[in-house]
């Protein structure tokens, strides 16, 4: 995985989540509270997921194949579309039932002082995980807000465990809510909503997760600057004049495909047409040097049959853009 793949993000994780786990596992056996076995499991689950984003990354790394001639960059979105399924089925599932058992038997809390001290544990630990993911994701994000930056990442890693930590810090909150609440007035109750709220926080975030690594793993096309940044490398203003259309597709977060229908004069030889392609590839490359996998077709450009298309920007007479 390189580096813009969050990998010292997820490691950070992926080390805070397993301790934060026993000791919340440990806070429950002596407490009996549903908070603490609901973020137990929680972090158990957080866990499996930074393994799995680790996975995705080392099978994306795995040369192209006849079978599979583009590679296996997509792995990742599928690892982090799991990521979203493991969320919401082991973390906010668990979360919803456990808290919905807890309201319907409350029971008070024994030796209170082992959760409180495990979630200021937490507290801290996942705070350190979220920083060092804001900072990774700072180096990438530039002037982006944080929601878009996360809607349009082509990376899942990052936006994965940014999600995950923030979603983790808040749950954090309302467990140390509700056995506060507990605590004070000596209903169980508090204990199980604060378990329910937990739930119900951690199917949102699976959700939010699914939606955003189903659209990767549709395809996404390049981002609008570096659409621009191709479409100016493709033209010489010699041979090739203009591009008629275009179509781009991320085969994984750093290798993108572009395919595009290219102008050039009518009288240019052969010979000349096959060096200005050559010569607009390798314009290309260097200006988005994820630009793998490039395909340019010629075709005279032509004002008639621009206008007599029924969608010129997808016809060879579609309108030239220089």
């Known amino acids: 995985m390189s580096a813009s793949g969050g990998t010292k993000a997820i490691v950070a994780a992926l080390g805070a989540n397993m301790a934060i786990a026993v000791a919340k596992f440990v806070a429950f056996a002596f407490s009996g509270s549903s908070s603490m076995l609901a973020e137990g499991v929680h972090s158990v689950a957080d866990s499996g997921n930074q393994v799995l984003l680790l996975l995705g990354g080392r099978k994306a790394e795995k040369k192209a194949s ?30 919803l039932y456990e808290g919905y058992e807890k309201i319907k038997e409350p029971h008070e809390l024994e ?25 990774e994701s700072n180096a990438l994000r530039g002037k982006q807000s944080w929601r878009t930056f ?19 810090l808040i749950g954090l909150v309302l ?16 204990d199980g909503i604060g378990t329910l709220c937990i739930g119900i926080l951690l199917v949102l975030i699976a959700l939010v997760l699914a939606a955003e690594t189903k659209s990767l793993l549709l395809g996404e096309a390049a981002g609008p600057e570096q659409i621009a940044k191709i479409r100016a490398a493709a033209v010489d203003g010699d041979t090739v004049t203009g591009v008629i259309h275009m179509r781009t597709l991320h085969l994984g977060p750093e290798e993108l495909l572009v395919a595009a229908k290219i102008a050039v004069r009518h009288d240019d030889t052969a010979v000349e047409i096959a060096r200005a392609i050559d010569a607009a590839e390798a314009r290309i490359r260097e200006a988005v040097p994820i630009a793998r996998a490039i395909y340019l077709e010629p075709d005279i450009y032509s004002e008639e049959a621009a206008a007599a298309g029924e969608d010129p920007a997808a016809t060879p007479g579609g309108p030239a853009r220089h």
Do not use: C, N, Q
């Not at 001639?69 to 399924?85: A, D, K, W």
């Not at 809607?151 to 923030?166: I, S």
């Not at 467990?175 to 508090?190: E, R």
């Open 111 to 135: 030796h209170w002082y082992w959760p409180v001290a495990v979630l200021v544990f937490a507290v801290v630990a996942e705070g350190f995980s979220f920083r060092t993911a804001i900072k």
């Open 66 to 95: 006849e079978e599979h001639p583009f590679g296996y960059g997509r792995e990742r979105y599928v690892y982090g579309f799991l990521v979203s399924i493991v969320l919401f089925t082991i973390g906010g599932v668990f979360a």
């Open 150 to 168: 996360i809607r349009t990442a082509k990376a899942p890693e990052l936006p994965v465990v940014l999600l995950e930590d923030f979603g983790a």
């Open 175 to 190: 467990a140390l809510l509700g056995v506060s609440l507990t605590l004070a007035t000596g209903d169980g109750v508090w």
